[in-house]
């Protein structure tokens, strides 16, 4: 079953996705295309592993250590199928991230991987969008990299019951597929990610994890739409926009454009693969 939460007659409604319908409690339809989507879950928290496919542990020519690693983003960089993904003023290198997200069900603490499923609501596609200009400045911690608003649309339904495994997950720009992996390349699986947080964080209904992204994370530009696909979960689309005010100058670091920051906004070793800085 897929459930959305949505704004029906300008109230928060969940709703039941039948074919191309959204069906509230009461009856009441609303053509899936038409709807105005909200995130399909309220976490408390989102906690994201850094790096998790095969493909992409490649394009950075590194190596996975034994166990995953965590970033973590604000519930205020919350968005939603449909919504618009702004990039600040005086910002350049705004990436995609196509995932999957995982939602808990019910607390979850100090639980083992083959039981992490039973604690589950569901998956829903996200897109961790990262605003590396400020890769420089945030100490690994990748707070405003990964948690500026407007930078986590989840969506557009939670879907339950759904089998991770060889499942295939597009990223397009502007209709044209930019990412193509399978959940097969992950190193650490979806029920492991669960139980290894749950060992010191309890998790509550709602919270999310993003589970990784493959090769193929690039910056795009005001105007592009995005749109994530993953088999079974539906397509999840987002437009970005400029931002309306310019990053302030006169307190904190300022956007930067280090070797760094454009070696990851563009993949691995962008000068050695010949690989075109974005376009202004």
Same mark, same amino acid.
């Given at each position: 079953?897929?459930?959305?939460?949505?704004?029906?007659?300008?109230?928060?409604?969940?709703?039941?996705?039948?074919?191309?319908?959204?069906?509230?409690?009461?009856?009441?339809?609303?053509?899936?295309?038409?709807?105005?989507?909200?995130?399909?879950?309220?976490?408390?928290?989102?906690?994201?592993?850094?790096?998790?496919?095969?493909?992409?542990?490649?394009?950075?020519?590194?190596?996975?250590?034994?166990?995953?690693?965590?970033?973590?983003?604000?519930?205020?960089?919350?968005?939603?199928?449909?919504?618009?993904?702004?990039?600040?003023?005086?910002?350049?290198?705004?990436?995609?991230?196509?995932?999957?997200?995982?939602?808990?069900?019910?607390?979850?603490?100090?639980?083992?991987?083959?039981?992490?499923?039973?604690?589950?609501?569901?998956?829903?596609?996200?897109?961790?969008?990262?605003?590396?200009?400020?890769?420089?400045?945030?100490?690994?911690?990748?707070?405003? &990299?990964?948690?500026?608003?407007?930078?986590?649309? @989840?969506? /557009? %339904?939670? *879907?339950?019951?759904?089998?991770?495994? $060889?499942?295939?997950?597009?990223?397009?720009?502007?209709?044209?597929?930019?990412?193509?992996?399978?959940?097969?390349?992950?190193?650490?699986?979806?029920?492991?990610? &669960?139980?290894?947080?749950?060992?010191?964080?309890? @998790?509550? /209904? %709602?919270? *999310?994890?993003?589970?990784?992204?493959? $090769?193929?994370?690039?910056?795009?530009?005001?105007?592009?739409?995005?749109?994530?696909?993953?088999?079974?979960?539906?397509?999840?689309?987002?437009?970005?926009?400029?931002?309306?005010?310019?990053?302030?100058?006169?307190?904190?670091?300022?956007?930067?454009?280090?070797?760094?920051?454009?070696?990851?906004?563009?993949?691995?070793?962008?000068?050695?693969?010949?690989?075109?800085?974005?376009?202004?």
């Amino acid at each position: 079953m897929e459930t959305r939460r949505i704004l029906l007659d300008g109230t928060v409604t969940p709703v039941v996705r039948e074919g191309d319908q959204l069906v509230a409690g009461d009856g009441r339809r609303v053509p899936a295309a038409e709807a105005v989507h909200l995130p399909p879950c309220q976490p408390t928290k989102i906690l994201c592993v850094h790096l998790n496919h095969a493909s992409r542990v490649e394009e950075f020519m590194t190596t996975l250590g034994p166990a995953p690693t965590y970033f973590h983003k604000p519930v205020s960089a919350l968005n939603a199928h449909g919504g618009a993904v702004v990039r600040p003023d005086r910002c350049r290198y705004l990436n995609y991230e196509g995932e999957i997200a995982i939602v808990i069900g019910r607390t979850c603490r100090n639980v083992a991987p083959d039981e992490a499923g039973a604690y589950l609501a569901g998956y829903t596609i996200a897109n961790d969008f990262g605003l590396h200009d400020f890769r420089d400045t945030d100490a690994g911690s990748m707070l405003r &990299v990964k948690g500026s608003d407007t930078l986590c649309p @989840l969506g /557009p %339904g939670l *879907v339950d019951g759904w089998d991770f495994r $060889a499942k295939r997950i597009r990223t397009l720009v502007n209709g044209e597929v930019a990412q193509d992996g399978s959940t097969d390349e992950m190193v650490f699986d979806m029920h492991y990610l &669960v139980a290894d947080l749950a060992r010191t964080i309890t @998790l509550v /209904p %709602g919270d *999310v994890i993003l589970s990784g992204t493959p $090769a193929g994370s690039r910056p795009v530009q005001p105007g592009d739409v995005v749109s994530v696909e993953v088999e079974g979960l539906g397509t999840l689309t987002n437009r970005i926009v400029a931002g309306p005010e310019p990053v302030r100058e006169d307190v904190g670091a300022q956007p930067s454009e280090s070797e760094e920051v454009v070696s990851t906004a563009l993949g691995g070793d962008w000068e050695l693969r010949g690989i075109r800085r974005p376009r202004r």
